[in-house]
């Protein structure tokens, strides 16, 4: 049973435009968000957080937003870059414990 | 440099064969854990330990075993037991309590 579903494993955006990775969850208990980028071979790097007492967090050219009735997240890149190319990963945490990871989206940013 | 490091990179496995891959963290986190990610999958939680010397089972502990003798250090067994070795592993940390976890660079696992 997955918890937290990214449903495009892959997508792909021209660079400067806007790329908008989305996560859907089914616990309604979750009450934080994470979305973390990986590059191959490598470990994940956090990018950015929410609260669930908040709908929106921005870091730069990161936005994340959070919509509880519809338990969806997203992530946004303003504007997309070729560097920003590599797998998205979202997670949800219940109070602290446990972080629960989605499958994943490819991003591929073209020159 | 703080961080977490993992050991070694690439690692050849025979079948029949246990191998230890090796996290150490300077970071005085006080949680570690240990993450799977197989091919166009997420991350699968193995085992994690948020204090010395106790560790528990995450979502697919079959067939590896763990150690939390410092507080720098979770080695990671994978044991003969573990039907589907080969796998890319990540190592993690965190402060106790918060959400947010920090990843080494991940160890490859080969079965051959």
């Known amino acids: 049973d997955q918890q937290v579903k990214q449903n495009s494993p892959s997508l792909s955006v021209q660079e400067g435009r806007i790329s908008i990775l989305n996560c859907d969850y089914t616990?309604?208990?979750?009450?934080?968000f994470l979305w973390y980028k990986k590059y191959p071979a490598e470990g994940p790097t956090f990018l950015i957080s929410?609260?669930?007492?908040?709908d929106k967090n921005e870091d730069g050219r990161f936005t994340v937003f959070l919509n509880k009735s519809a338990k969806h997240l997203s992530l946004h890149i303003v504007p997309s870059q070729p560097g920003d190319s590599a797998v998205y990963f979202c997670a949800a945490s219940v109070a602290g414990n446990m972080l629960t990871f989605g499958g994943g989206t490819r991003l591929m940013v073209k020159p | 440099d703080g961080g977490i490091t993992q050991s070694p990179k690439y690692l050849f496995r025979k079948e029949g064969q246990n191998v230890t891959l090796s996290c150490e963290q300077n970071l005085n986190h006080d949680a570690m854990y240990w993450y799977r990610q197989d091919p166009g999958q997420g991350l699968r939680l193995i085992y994690y330990s948020q204090i010395v010397n106790d560790f528990q089972k995450g979502d697919i502990a079959e067939g590896y075993s763990v150690s939390r003798e410092k507080k720098e250090s979770f080695p990671l067994t994978v044991t003969s037991a573990q039907k589907n070795p080969t796998a890319f592993y990540l190592c993690?940390?965190?402060?106790?309590?918060?959400?947010?976890?920090?990843f080494g660079e991940g160890s490859w696992l080969t079965v051959v």
């Open positions: 929410i609260s669930s007492i908040k």
């Open positions: 993690a940390s965190s402060i106790a309590g918060v959400n947010t976890i920090y």
């Open positions: 616990n309604s208990m979750f009450d934080y």
